[in-house]
């Protein structure tokens, strides 16, 4: 009964997403703050009891891991943002923040610089290989704007430009199935589990 | 109005009305389209599959998405799960976003029911939500000792008391790391897990994330990935042909139609069950609208050559 009570709910939701595409309508607007709301309402005691509660208040006052006050301090400081006086202290914490940033540095150029590097310093024995370097080599060039556009430059770097519309034709298509496959999935459930026409 | 304008100036609401069939007709009358797999699809089959009835070998599914990329992302987490269950593979579940865990529940929950024997803290072990700013600590800290940096199962219980856990150390008992999500997140183990402790990482992702995980696959940092709806149809298909049947792995097999289709005759009923071919299904439907997006694209562009040549006649005149 509780279930059937929820695909009810949830196809009137859906449903009343969808009437935007007629125009906007008070259905959807009561669909979008109440999503808004209910995410929210989600989010907070969840986090509140499975990240707070174990990692923070559990540790430190019945635990007596009295080493945690340094970061719970630190995390409080985030709070001063509401004070318009003292809005400067929360910036300590994003200091701290930043810092976890650096330490992912080194390991950043590593994965994302590094090997990716290493990858376009094959030996030219297959066509996707020699693809790869050509496109690699005229959109670096493209964008090197110290030296004018023109003659067999110019030329060479229009191939860059070539490699970046077919790049951006993958991601359009991509993004058009995923957009796709989100109707998809909202009226595999209106059809199959609101009216099981489909099983 | 002549048919240049006309079809330049379509109501909006006839194409919402005309792609709306394009999907509901292809979901009721199914279609029974052809799937074909793809190497990085195969790749992750592969890896998975490689930790079959090992005892000190686990896969870790990181759940970081939320209900809103499910029709995308759901069918892989059902059918990875299936794999592993079938396959007798050990499953670590994890979540950085409080959603993500609700979903590991369901996700679980529903796979369970097909295999009764399967059983929770032996089979698998779900870790549940970490708080988002643990990650690191417990990305870094599984590289030493798995039961020390997650501490407990999403009950409560400690890993290091867990019958799963007497043959599981650190990653050198992790096969491959599988990040589902509708995001960056998969970057975050490949820059922290692969770069410092070497291992496997593998990404199940929307469509709109799916071109940039490329340069990483040609790199090898990413041993494979499931790209959308596509990429979870696509493992589907493997896990019925091969997990389903207990036969191994074979790329030539995989590629071969007439035995996929052969496969497919002597399916277990429970692999015919609606769930387990949600993302096949909805291919058909995904098939369809993009010959209809396409065709879309062609009209608007005869439209528009159409418009700019009787606007230069007029100007000539």
Redesign the interface.
Same mark, same amino acid.
């Given at each position: 009964m509780t279930e059937t009570i929820g695909i009810w709910i949830a196809a009137f939701l859906t449903l009343c997403m969808f009437s935007f595409l007629y125009k906007d309508n008070p259905f959807y607007k009561f669909a979008e703050h109440l999503f808004v709301g209910v995410s929210m309402g989600y989010y907070i005691p969840y986090t509140f009891y499975n990240a707070f509660i174990p990692y923070a208040y559990e540790p430190l006052f019945l635990k007596k891991e009295y080493i945690l006050i340094i970061p719970f301090i630190i995390g409080i400081l985030y709070w001063f943002r509401f004070s318009s006086k003292y809005s400067w202290v929360s910036r300590y914490p994003i200091a701290f923040g930043m810092g976890i940033v650096g330490m992912g540095v080194p390991m950043g150029m590593h994965a994302n610089v590094l090997v990716q590097m290493r990858t376009m310093m094959l030996p030219l024995n297959n066509i996707n290989i020699i693809l790869i370097f050509f496109g690699t080599i005229s959109i670096l060039l493209y964008f090197f704007f110290s030296k004018a556009h023109k003659g067999v430059y110019g030329k060479f770097t229009s191939i860059g430009i070539w490699f970046m519309m077919v790049g951006f034709g993958a991601s359009f298509g991509y993004t058009v199935m995923a957009r796709i496959s989100l109707l998809i999935g909202r009226i595999q459930f209106l059809l199959g589990d609101w009216l099981g026409l489909i099983k | 109005m002549k048919f240049a304008d006309r079809i330049q100036k379509v109501d909006r609401?006839i194409i919402?009305g005309i &792609?709306?069939l394009a999907?509901?007709l292809p979901?009721?009358f199914r279609l029974g389209l052809k799937t074909y797999t793809t190497t990085p699809v195969e790749d992750l089959y592969r890896h998975i599959d490689a930790a079959a009835g090992k005892d000190d070998m686990a896969i870790i599914m990181d759940f970081t998405h939320d209900p809103g990329?499910? /029709?995308?992302l759901y069918p892989m987490d059902l059918a990875i799960l299936r794999h592993c269950f079938q396959r007798n593979i050990k499953v670590f579940t994890i979540s950085f976003l /409080?959603?993500g865990?609700a979903i590991i529940q369901l996700a679980l929950s529903e796979v369970k029911e097909d295999y009764p024997n399967i059983e929770a803290n032996v089979d698998y072990c779900n870790f549940?939500?970490k /708080?988002w700013? &643990?990650k &690191?600590p417990i990305m870094l800290g599984m590289g030493d000792d798995i039961a020390e940096a997650v501490e407990?199962n999403s009950e409560g219980l400690k890993l290091e008391n867990l019958p799963i856990m007497q043959n599981m150390k650190n990653y050198d008992n992790i096969q491959v790391v599988v990040e589902i999500s509708g995001s960056s997140m998969g970057?975050f183990w490949?820059?922290?897990a692969?770069?410092?402790f070497g291992v496997d990482v593998a990404v199940g992702l929307?469509?709109?994330m799916?071109?940039d995980v490329y340069?990483f696959l040609?790199?090898g940092?990413f041993v494979g990935s499931l790209?959308? &709806?596509?990429g979870a149809a696509e493992y589907e298909q493997l896990v019925d042909i091969f997990a389903m049947n207990n036969t191994e792995f074979s790329k030539k097999n995989a590629r071969n139609m007439a035995w996929v289709e052969a496969q497919y005759k002597e399916l277990p009923e429970l692999a015919k069950l609606?769930k387990y071919n949600?993302a096949r299904?909805?291919m058909d439907?995904?098939a369809i609208?993009?010959v209809l997006?396409i065709l879309f694209i062609i009209l608007g562009n005869i439209g528009y050559f159409l418009d700019q040549r009787a606007q230069k006649k007029k100007f000539v005149k």
């Open positions: - | 609401r919402y &792609l709306a999907v509901i979901l009721v990329v499910l /029709p995308e /409080p959603q865990a549940g939500f /708080p700013s &643990l &690191l407990t970057q490949v820059t922290y692969r770069a410092k929307t469509a709109v799916a071109a340069p040609q790199t940092q790209g959308g &709806l596509k609606y949600k299904i909805g439907a995904q609208v993009h997006i």
